[in-house]
């Protein structure tokens, strides 16, 4: 499993014009999936999403949580965080779970996520095309691989 950690002063995301996720000071979480995620990734992800200390302190030094500052999240799913480009110039996503694996995968990451943040969490839709809007406060953007835990 796959995510970028984006840490955000404003946040979006809208589906055929009509905007489905909308958050101020949080994070912009993408999340890609692929067929050998388990529920150890999930679990090993949600706690650092939870703990990572990318937002300021009273100082403004990279101290605080985003449970610290009591932000929002959003989570979009996006499958082209599998893109393998080592072939030409056309991205294959080969490695990218198929829809029958990846929803209840994502579903499970959001109420793992919602549950460890004691929080409701905003999301876009699986599939959809969507229109990411953010601005990127730092900017501050953290790629994390459940595969790749060094």
């Known amino acids: 499993m ?14 055929d014009q009509k ?3 909308d958050i101020q000071k949080g994070l912009l979480i993408l999340v890609g999936i692929e067929e050998a ?10 706690g650092k999403i939870v703990k ?3 937002f300021g302190d009273e100082n403004d030094v990279m101290n605080c949580s985003i449970q610290d500052i009591d932000g929002d999240i959003i989570v979009v799913s996006q499958f082209t965080l599998h893109a393998s480009t080592k072939k030409g110039n056309r991205p294959s996503y080969i490695k990218a779970a198929k829809p029958d ?5 994502y579903e499970n990451f959001l109420q ?12 876009g839709i699986f599939g959809a095309d969507m229109k990411v809007s953010l601005v990127n406060d730092g ?4 790629l994390i691989d459940s595969k ?3």
């Open 37 to 46: 995620d388990t529920q150890e990734d999930i679990d090993w992800l949600v």
């Open 101 to 105: 694996f990846a929803i209840p995968m």
């Open 112 to 123: 793992s996520l919602e549950k460890e943040f004691n929080k409701k969490i905003q999301t």
């Open 139 to 142: 900017p501050v953007t953290i």
């Open 19 to 21: 905007k489905v996720a």
């Open 2 to 15: 796959r995510i970028v950690l984006q840490r955000v002063s404003e946040a979006s995301v809208t589906v």
């Open 52 to 54: 990572m200390r990318i």
């Open 148 to 150: 790749n835990r060094d």
